[in-house]
């Protein structure tokens, strides 16, 4: 029952995200295509690297999708937001719409303004105000943990994920 | 790269003549590691992204011909490991002059909340000798830095970007694991096999400021340097990591790299980022080879309620 509950709101939200926040998307390699959210659910199709995908809603680890003629769950790491080629940045004008939830007006308000550069990193001068405003936010271990616990959050044990396959020169920053 | 072997063929020519390298051959010894060194340097530097950030910083610290050479100081800059207060007081120049770049935003409460989510994620990476410093700047710029010795800083811009605190602890994550990964410190001690040739090192009359300054260039300059692709791949999958271990949900990080991947392409709010940093979509490929089926049991927490939100 409760299932049937959350499904159905699941559901209502991709509608709703659908209607609202399609997306596009770009493969970042060859994938599968799921019913559910989930590798052990059936397969409804796959799609290939560099192919375009309308993002409808996200969901932990997952993204439903359109693509073609196949709507169902991928991977978030193997689409990126955004259509275009694989190596540009994206072109996106909705700024993730489905899979960010962020208001756009508040990105819209900020476009435009400058950002850092090279040069007044170089020129920049040591202040010592700064850094001493900085040492009166240090918190401490303990602190830490209780505001850990007042959101339920435990340290979970998760081992190290492994370095990709290299695809050329091996990283020597391992080694290193 | 040429030049930088030559100058540093020179030192060990230099060095065989000094008083110190009469036991056995230092010379010999010396350029063996060197040239270790350099071709490991070769081998961690193909990124014809910025081809010319070391051979400029090369460049900049060439010493006077004349100067005399630390052996002790050579030896460090070959053999050598940063104590803990080297690292802090590196981190502490490089952090006072990024912040004489930018200053902090002036809200506690903020400030407060970043250094509390900040501490938890950095507290599951394992380094206890480090008092974890972090800051939001003032700039609508879209970055986040981190320097030795624990000192992160996110600016206003990408905090904007944030939806919830599994995003944030991503982002934190990736900075941390720059400073437990010491990313820094290796660009740091490639260069100071240059800055060894003296400069750094005839220092007895010099305050230790000045010397750490030496080290690490003009200002702020190493954060618009930046680190090899692969260092920062490393720190989005450690980050990845840091962040599930503290309880989030392991997709913050790639979310917000989502979110930039759908920023249009001449934001000049993120020129500095993507200078510095592989593309998004890049990364984000990168994290699907790694991360694959890992953490599909995973049961993280987003924490949106109690995100604190900017103006």
New interface residues.
Partial sequence: MKRTLISAATLLLCVSAAAALA?PG?V??DEKIYGQP??SAAVAGSVAKGASVNILA?E??WLRVTAGKTTGWI????????EGS????????????A????DPS??VA?????????E?????????G??A???T?????S???T??S????????????????PAK?P????S? | MKRKFTMMALVVSLACFSSVASAFDLGKFLEDRINQETNKDKAAQPAPAQPSATTQSAAAKVPPANQKIDVQQLGFALFGDYSIEEENRIGRQISGNLLGAVPLVRDDTLQRYVNLVGNWVALQSGRKDITWRFGVLDTEDINAFAAPGGYIFVTKGLYRLLNNEAELAGVLGHEIAHVTKKHHLKVLKQSSLIGALGQVASSKAQNSDQLVQNLIGNGAEIMARGLDKNAEYEADRVGMVFAARAGYEPWGLPEVLQDMAALPAKDARTSLLFKTHPLPADRLAMLGESVDGRFDALQGKDVANRFYRIR
């Fill in positions: 997306a770009t970042l390699r989930s590798s996200k932990g680890g991977r978030l790491l193997s689409v990126r937001a955004g694989l190596g540009g940045t994206g072109v996106g004008d909705v700024v993730g719409a899979t960010t939830r962020s508040r990105v900020v476009a435009g303004l400058r950002g850092l550069n090279d007044e990193l170089k020129q920049a001068k040591f202040n010592a700064e850094l405003q900085l040492d936010w240090v918190v401490t271990v602190q830490a943990k505001f850990a007042q959101a339920s959050l435990a340290a979970v044990s998760v081992p190290a994920l492994p370095e990709p396959k020169a990283s020597s920053w391992e290193n």
